[in-house]
T-cell receptor
Framework: SQQGEEDPQALSIQEGENATMNCSYK?????LQWYRQNSGRGLVHLIL?????REKHSGRLRVTLDTSKKSSSLLITASRAADTASYFC???????????FGKGTKLSVIP | NAGVMQNPRHLVRRRGQEARLRCSPM?????VYWYRQLPEEGLKFMVY????????ESGMPKERFSAEFPKEGPSILRIQQVVRGDSAAYFC?????????????FGPGTRLLVL
């Protein structure tokens, strides 16, 4: 299965620092998406990057995709306490509607 | 534009009872997906439906679980004779009709606790 796996499992940083989370997957993909989940809540879609794209930005978020290494990274710049959440990558295969999620990275931003 | 709505948000059932989880997709979305999340885990795909059709139920347990998305009304995930292992958060997502394999918009989830 094309399972995304994030690392680190947990990350604790000071407010204002940058946070980098990584995701690796196993098989070819059509797109890779990042979601945020606050404790006990639903998932919020952050950004989608397609397999023919290498980098994408959205506000303080920067996502890279390296299909040769089957990996992606999510960078959150100038982190805020409100960024505290779990972050999941999810892969979508060509012609597939299933999203395959990793276990997530739990980010804590300390004020 | 209201997002994906799910109810109830929390559901407590005793072993052997039935659980019914409801999902109303975003306006204009005709594709619905159900996922299950165990504690400290990522989401696992269960089923993909369009109006009146089950497109892919490969992630659904073979017994006790069923899903529907009728012409009118919300999508329903039904779990019969619940067991403790069914305790999890169940998320519904929806997407617009033409790009079903891309962004999925998630609801707040239903947290099922089986006593």
């Amino acid at each position: 299965s094309q399972q995304g796996e994030e690392d680190p499992q947990a990350l604790s940083i000071q407010e204002g620092e940058n946070a980098t989370m990584n995701c690796s997957y196993k098989t070819s993909i059509n797109n890779l998406q990042w979601y945020r989940q606050n404790s006990g809540r639903g998932l919020v879609h952050l950004i989608l990057i397609r397999s023919n794209e290498r980098e994408k930005h959205s506000g303080r978020l920067r996502v890279t995709l390296d299909t040769s290494k089957k990996s992606s990274s999510l960078l959150i710049t100038a982190s805020r306490a409100a960024d505290t959440a779990s972050y999941f990558c999810a892969t979508g295969g060509a012609g597939s509607y299933q999203l395959t999620f990793g276990k997530g990275t739990k980010l804590s931003v300390i004020p | 534009n209201a997002g994906v709505m799910q109810n109830p948000r929390h559901l407590v059932r005793r072993r052997g009872q039935e659980a019914r989880l409801r999902c109303s997709p975003m306006k204009g979305h005709s594709h619905v997906y159900w996922y299950r999340q165990l504690p400290e885990e990522g989401l696992k795909f269960m089923v993909y439906l369009q109006k009146e059709n089950i497109i892919d139920e490969s992630g659904m347990p073979k017994e006790r679980f069923s899903a529907e998305f009728p012409k009118e009304g919300p999508s329903i995930l039904r779990i019969q004779q619940v067991v403790r292992g069914d305790s999890a958060a169940y998320f519904c997502a929806s997407s617009p009709p033409l790009v079903a394999e891309e962004t999925q918009y998630f609801g707040p989830g239903t947290r099922l606790l089986v006593l």
